[in-house]
């Protein structure tokens, strides 16, 4: 305790700050948080309630990042005030804990600081969600749905806004697949580093002999479109299904054929909405979340070709991510960074935020040796 420079200490945490503040451009989220604030008041905004969900959510998200970085400034600040006065009184007590404080402001900044390294072309959007099934039957569709609770779970946590466009029930328990998106700033650079198939390893609970399973899911992220980019879709490459809301067990959410999948015929693309009870609100979701995905393939046809010119034959580092292990003893292991957790359970519940820094630090190596 005695050991430690608190001076030194605190100085290198205003300057980290610092640096992350110019990052982040803090004088431009408070702008967009005031144009925010604005739509917000308007008499008019509930007339659109899927613009209204989108614009609170991100004013919430906003706002709750700029509270995080004057919270970090001000506990900062209090801490050395703290030291000061601990110092000055020779009291013990006050020091223990200005030492405990210290770690975990931090560990509160290195968390922040992840969000320097979020400078990916697409890293600042929101995020939309893909979740599928795999092999493993029962097992991977209830293996599906922990899978989309644990990033809704990981969103509510943050106060990021979610928005379920479709869900695809199992026959017998959990999800076929579901695709939802979530409104916040940074979402996509920091979910696109839970892409890949995830495996679940457990006594299964659909087994009367108890007999232990392994099943799997496939997490798919892509950036949400902006008025800006550019994706030109025939509308004579798209098929349009009109179908009747599905809830658990083959219940009908809406008594009408208000929902509607749209087949990318060039592409086999398929996306479907089902969150509204107006069809033509149902197809512009959709329609959203089909261009979002053929830019990300687009994206991700261009990123091929560069490595197929570098002659990189690597698979893509999104697979085969992570393992969670629940039997014959209790893990959590990222396959690509080592990091891991001895506590399933919490990270079903949401507790991500080290898997995802872990993993953007990873892709930030990586990209720097492919560079």
């Not at 700033?185 to 087994?207: C, M, Q």
């Not at 292991?333 to 080592?338: F, I, Q, V």
Request: net charge negative; proline share 2%.
């Amino acid at each position: 305790m005695a050991g430690i420079e608190y001076d030194a200490e605190i100085k290198q945490l205003q300057a980290t700050m610092k640096t992350i503040g110019q990052v982040l451009d803090l004088d431009r989220m408070r702008t967009e948080v005031a144009d925010l604030g604005e739509q917000v008041a308007a008499p008019d905004l509930w007339d659109d309630q899927a613009n209204a969900t989108r614009v609170t959510g991100r004013l919430s998200a906003l706002q709750g990042e700029l509270d995080r970085f004057t919270g970090l400034e001000t506990r900062i600040e209090d801490l050395g005030l703290m030291v000061e006065m601990a110092q000055e009184e020779g009291d013990a007590d006050t020091l223990a804990e200005s030492e405990k404080e210290l770690g975990r402001i931090k560990k509160a900044v290195e968390s922040l600081e992840i969000r320097t390294l979020l400078a990916g072309e697409y890293d600042e959007r929101e995020a939309i969600v893909t979740i599928r099934s795999g092999a493993g039957g029962v097992d991977a569709a209830d293996f599906a749905e922990m899978l989309m609770r644990m990033y809704t779970r990981w969103a509510e946590q943050h106060k990021y806004s979610v928005e379920v466009y479709d869900v695809s029930y199992a026959e017998e328990a959990g999800i076929k697949s579901a695709e939802f998106a979530i409104h916040a700033p940074y979402a996509y650079g920091t979910l696109s580093v839970e892409a890949g198939t995830h495996r679940l390893v457990r006594i299964s609970p659909f087994d009367n002999q108890g007999r232990r399973q392994t099943s799997f899911a496939a997490v798919e992220v892509v950036p949400m479109m902006e008025q800006t980019d550019e994706v030109e879709v025939d509308e004579n490459d798209i098929r349009t299904d009109v179908f009747r809301s599905g809830g658990p067990g083959g219940q009908s959410v809406n008594t009408t054929d208000s929902a509607v999948r749209l087949t990318h015929i060039p592409t086999g693309i398929v996306v479907s909405c089902q969150n509204e009870k107006s069809q033509l609100q149902n197809k512009a979701s959709a329609m959203v979340v089909l261009k979002a995905k053929l830019l990300a393939k687009k994206k991700a046809e261009e990123a091929a070709l560069k490595k197929d010119l570098k002659g990189d034959v690597q698979a893509s580092w999104g697979d085969q991510m992570r393992n969670y292990v629940l039997n014959p003893y209790q893990v959590v292991k990222d396959l690509r960074t080592g990091h891991e957790s001895g506590n399933p359970s919490a990270v079903f519940d949401g507790d991500l935020d080290d898997f995802m820094e872990a993993g953007i630090r990873w892709r930030r190596g990586a990209e720097k040796v492919d560079a």
